[in-house]
């Protein structure tokens, strides 16, 4: 099977600024644990406090970027995934380009001159995390970009595509033109719910992109709030797992999966009106470092495998495998080489 490109990513990159705080840190700015949310104005002065922090740590990320980078370091093939976003033409752009590089992802930025590099605000309490994103350049893509030749090409190249639901706030342009492409050329088009808020505040450009979804992921809080969103009165994740995955399809090649995380718990997947559900693999407290990127890693390697054709029960066990690698570790940072067979 020809590997190149068959992996595309679109979506927010960010460079992670991740440290250690205490919960005085987490009130001064008024932030939840275990939550992402948008960075504000009362927000904007952590961003020097934590890089003033001895233990700092610059990481290349973003949702849709890391799933993309943790892909491509389960295949072990050079270019087998790209990815595209916008970054800054700045220092930070810089670090996320060689970073990606790196990584062996095939990356095709669009740099705005004008505005500086997405940063996310990663802070740490007792291995939990809150993520506050501050998407600055990343805010600024523009569907033109995505139509240029050079960059159309990685989508007609490409037979899968992952966007985390963050993209939503970006460009749903660029989101409704690839889902169309994957549609009419009998592709798979998968996105991630990301967050309670695009689920709350996204809600039409969430609902205009999910018939076009062949794969929806998600951890259980934005399940729930999925389903208070539409209604459901339901809190039972294997039910709004089932309800999601029969939402009308723009397209009958594919059918719908749903795939939602539960942290230590049980990882549900719906498809065909039913529920199966597989144990994820546990580790003793003392070994977690962080728990950031843990949902965006068990993507990647989910998706290792599906881009491989194997059958589901594989794809979530390398999904379990690499979130499991990734919260030993602090950011989403993996070892040389992956040991899952």
Not at 69 to 75: F, H, I, K, P, S
Request: glycine share 8%; charged share 25%; aromatic share 10%.
């Amino acid at each position: 099977m020809a590997f190149e490109g068959i992996l595309l990513g679109m979506g927010n990159p960010l460079l992670d600024i991740s440290t250690v705080v205490d919960e005085e840190f987490l009130s001064k700015y008024d932030i939840k644990l275990n939550n992402a949310i948008l960075a504000e104005d009362k927000h904007l002065p952590m961003y020097d406090e934590m890089a003033s922090k001895p233990n700092v740590e610059y990481i290349a990320g973003g949702a849709t970027q890391n799933s993309i980078r943790v892909a491509q370091w389960m295949l072990q093939v050079p270019g087998a995934t790209s990815y595209i976003g916008c970054i800054g033409k700045d220092k930070f752009g810089e670090e996320m380009k060689k970073n990606s590089k790196q990584a062996g992802v095939n990356v095709h930025y669009l740099e705005d001159e004008r505005t500086p590099t997405g940063t996310c605000a990663v802070c740490v309490v007792g291995g939990e995390r809150s993520l506050v994103a501050n998407l600055s350049a990343a805010n600024c893509y523009k569907a033109d970009h995505l139509k240029k030749p050079e960059n159309w090409a990685l989508v007609e190249k490409a037979k899968y595509f992952y966007i985390a639901g963050f993209f939503l706030t970006v460009s749903p342009e660029s989101i409704q033109y690839v889902a169309e492409h994957a549609a009419a050329n009998n592709k798979v088009f998968m996105m991630n719910l990301s967050a309670p808020f695009i689920c709350e505040f996204f809600r039409d450009a969430q609902e205009k992109a999910l018939p076009y979804m062949d794969y929806v992921f998600g951890n259980e809080t934005e399940a729930r709030t999925f389903s208070k969103v539409h209604g459901w009165q339901t809190d039972n994740v294997e039910e709004i797992a089932l309800k999601i995955s029969q939402w009308p399809k723009a397209s009958g090649t594919h059918k719908r999966i749903t795939v939602i995380t539960q942290g230590s718990d049980p990882v549900v997947v719906a498809e065909d009106g039913k529920v199966k559900l597989f144990p994820v693999i546990l580790i003793p407290k003392e070994k977690l470092v962080d728990t950031n990127a843990a949902g965006d890693a068990f993507v990647g390697g989910f998706l290792s495998q599906l881009i491989q054709e194997k059958p589901i029960e594989d794809c979530v066990r390398a999904g379990c495998y690499a979130a499991n690698v990734i919260i030993q570790r602090s950011g989403c940072t993996y070892p040389e080489k992956p040991d899952f067979n």
